[in-house]
């Protein structure tokens, strides 16, 4: 539980526009959406690799292995927003 915490409060701090840190939520929230690497690119203004790189770090934040998981556990911790249809 206690690292289920701190993946949530990683995943939803506020965005810090300068580095970044805090866009994992934003990433999520494009992931549940069904967005490939390359339409979530072209939201955040950064590579597929850039993409690739952010994935990545919340796929071991939330210690699982592909996109469909990443999107249930962050439903289940309440990372994502419930605006989206599929929130």
Same mark, same amino acid.
């Given at each position: ?21 805090? *866009?994992?939520? !934003?990433? $999520? ?9 390359? %339409?979530?690119? #072209? ?13 990545? *770090?919340?796929? !071991?934040? $939330? ?9 249930? %556990?962050?439903? #289940? ?11």
């Amino acid at each position: 539980v206690q690292g289920s915490d701190r993946a949530i409060a990683t995943l939803t701090r506020p965005m810090d526009g300068a580095t970044g840190q805090g *866009s994992s939520q !934003k990433y $999520l929230e494009l992931l549940a959406l069904g967005m490939s690497n390359k %339409e979530i690119g #072209r939201t955040m203004g950064v590579s597929i690799n850039t993409v690739k790189y952010h994935l990545k *770090s919340i796929f !071991k934040q $939330l210690r699982v292995d592909n996109r469909t998981q990443a999107v249930v %556990e962050a439903n #289940r911790l309440g990372a994502t927003s419930k605006d989206h249809p599929n929130g």
